[in-house]
């Protein structure tokens, strides 16, 4: 049940209602605190809402107590840990990780990527295309096209 709230959905506008469900269902602490949790998301994830949800209940009504104890309730939660910004893919094989050093494969391939001969005897270039399990590259040097079989080839990334 924790699984199933903490994966829906709560929208300003049902926030008082939810934490009076929360209220009412406390021996069920599991259940009352990831009720808690997602109102308290909403109240500081949105200050017009929150704001405008105090300003629709009056002192002494009825569900200005549980705004109270819900608002309370939010300033002390923890702050959502945002998730780290994705790594950039790299600029020369295109992917994340970087593939540099890793053999060209038919699932790796990627156009306009330089790429260096595995035996190190300075053959390499930047990719052009595939055609089966047959590289075309441009060689740096000379400007010249080769076609190569794949598994001769590593990226050439740093």
């Known amino acids: 049940i924790v699984q199933e709230v903490s994966a829906r959905k709560l929208v300003s506008g049902q926030v008082l209602e939810v934490a009076k469900v929360a209220e009412n269902h406390a021996h069920l602490e599991k259940f009352a605190n990831a009720?808690?949790?997602?109102?308290?998301?909403?109240v500081k994830d949105n200050l017009e809402a929150t704001l405008e949800m105090c300003n629709n209940e009056e002192v002494g009504e009825e569900n200005s107590m549980t705004l109270h104890?819900?608002?309370a309730r939010a300033s002390r939660a923890k702050p959502r840990q945002s998730r780290p910004s994705p790594a950039p893919a790299c600029n020369n094989c295109k992917h994340v990780p970087c593939l540099d050093g890793e053999?060209?494969?038919v699932g790796n391939f990627v156009a306009d990527s330089r790429i260096c001969d595995i035996s190190f005897r300075g053959v390499g270039g930047k990719t052009v295309k595939l055609d089966g399990s047959?590289?075309?590259f441009v060689d740096e040097r000379y400007q010249i096209r080769h076609q190569f079989s794949i598994h001769q080839f590593k990226f050439c990334c740093e």
């Open 69 to 71: 104890r819900l608002l």
């Open 103 to 105: 053999k060209l494969t």
């Open 134 to 136: 047959q590289v075309t």
């Open 35 to 42: 009720l808690f949790q997602k109102c308290s998301s909403v």
